[in-house]
């Protein structure tokens, strides 16, 4: 459920093409457009930076402030110039008082999973090569320390 790998689905209908259907006559084009298509995601989605921070976002499904950031605040942060300064990754997971569901994260992000258990969503972590420069919970978090911390470390000097 991780943002994460955004592309296994795609790999996954690679894998699932016939090699009967891609020469059948009608088909081709077809096949060729979805082919080009997973190669352009691909190379779009392969530009995360380590010399970018990575935000991550961790919601719960049934935990009303999360809704709350995510009918709000998360329209106006997805439409700034400050999510392409970054990298940003959602874990979503079922239960608030569950945040350290297994599923839901990533292998690779295990280390903050660790961190997030016993805690209340939402919750952000502001990582830059696997160090945790900050982390805080809370719409006042996201208000007070995440955003302007983004704000300021992502502007040119």
Request: net charge positive.
């Amino acid at each position: 459920r991780s943002t994460q790998h955004p592309l296994s689905p795609c790999h996954k209908m690679i894998y699932d093409i016939k090699i009967s259907q891609i020469f059948r006559g009608r088909n081709i084009m077809k096949t060729i457009r979805l082919i080009t298509t997973i190669i352009l995601v691909s190379w779009a989605t392969m530009g995360v930076s380590a010399d970018k921070l990575t935000l991550i976002y961790l919601t719960a499904d049934n935990w009303p402030t999360c809704k709350v950031w995510d009918r709000w605040s998360y329209p106006k942060f997805k439409s700034s110039d400050l999510i392409k300064k970054i990298n940003y990754t959602v874990v979503k997971v079922d239960f608030f008082d569950d945040l350290s569901q297994k599923d839901a994260w990533s292998k690779d992000l295990y280390w903050i999973r660790d961190k997030a258990a016993g805690q209340y969503p939402p919750r952000w972590y502001v990582i830059k090569n696997k160090e945790l420069l900050l982390e805080s919970e809370g719409l006042n978090g996201w208000d007070n320390e995440i955003l302007p911390y983004l704000k300021k470390s992502t502007t040119s000097k």
